[in-house]
């Protein structure tokens, strides 16, 4: 195995969403997150909310893989979804008013210096 597949990946997705469009970008992100589910190379996935003030919350979706062998296939996957569905996520998420900010992260190892006694 390559050292590329033995990194893990985690994809992080910070979304700022109007209260008034919660329910439908929660149902995207939903669908979203069952096609991902299925996918082989996925680890875990996570999705959070917080409350950002009156109006807006703040939605964060965490998803863990195996390495970066595994992203392009997945992407694939969610694509031909949305296609088959008919769903144009920019310019959903445009007419929704989202903003978004999306990151593909390493984990990090501490080593044991570093650490607290």
Excluded: W, Y
Excluded at 39 to 51: A, H, N, R, S, Y
Excluded at 70 to 97: M, N, Y
């Amino acid at each position: 195995m390559s050292e590329m597949q033995k990194v893990r990946v985690v994809r992080v997705n910070r979304f700022s969403v109007p209260a008034d469009a919660r329910r439908e970008f929660m149902q995207l992100i939903e669908r979203t997150h069952e096609v991902i589910r299925m996918q082989p190379g996925v680890i875990d996935d996570m999705i959070l909310e917080q409350q950002a003030g009156a109006g807006a919350i703040n939605l964060m979706t965490v998803i863990r893989f195996e390495g970066e062998h595994v992203l392009q296939p997945i992407i694939a996957a969610v694509a031909r979804s949305d296609e088959a569905a008919g769903i144009d996520r920019q310019t959903l998420t445009r007419r929704l008013g989202v903003e978004a900010s999306v990151g593909f992260f390493t984990p990090v190892e501490l080593q044991a210096e570093l650490l607290p006694a």
